[in-house]
């Protein structure tokens, strides 16, 4: 199983960016999948959970209204569509997929991307 994060960059306070994490090596369709972040010096944390079902996602409080969570089964891909970022927004965001989505939900899925870094400047 392979998780591969696309899409981050530098961009300036209220800029947006669309992250992407292709799947490959499972039943994409079958996973719960969610999106991380990790800041410096700090613990990494969940930024948005979405079931395979593509149900009701739930997202942490910082993001809610600005961030959207999307995946494409037949492409493999999951999407995070961060808008009006902040600079607390940066960090290592990394996509991560688990067959058991309470596994996703604790923070403890069994597949992780590689990270992709997003920075936003002030």
């Known amino acids: 199983v392979q998780l591969q994060a696309s899409g981050g960059g530098l961009v300036q306070a209220g800029a947006s960016l669309r992250l992407s994490c292709e799947a490959s090596?499972?039943?994409?369709?079958?996973?719960?999948v969610g999106w991380f972040r990790q800041a410096p010096g700090k613990e990494r944390e969940s930024v948005v959970v979405l079931s395979s079902s593509s149900s009701r996602p739930f997202y942490r409080d910082s993001v809610k209204g600005r961030f959207t969570i999307s995946r494409d089964n037949a492409k493999n891909t999951m999407y995070l569509q961060m808008n009006s970022l902040k600079p607390e927004d940066t960090a290592v965001y990394y996509c991560?997929?688990?067959?058991?989505?309470?596994?996703?939900?604790?923070?403890?899925?069994?597949?992780w991307g590689q990270g992709t870094q997003v920075t936003v400047s002030s």
């Open positions: 991560a997929a688990d067959i058991i989505a309470g596994a996703v939900a604790a923070g403890r899925p069994r597949h």
């Open positions: 090596g499972l039943r994409f369709s079958n996973y719960a």
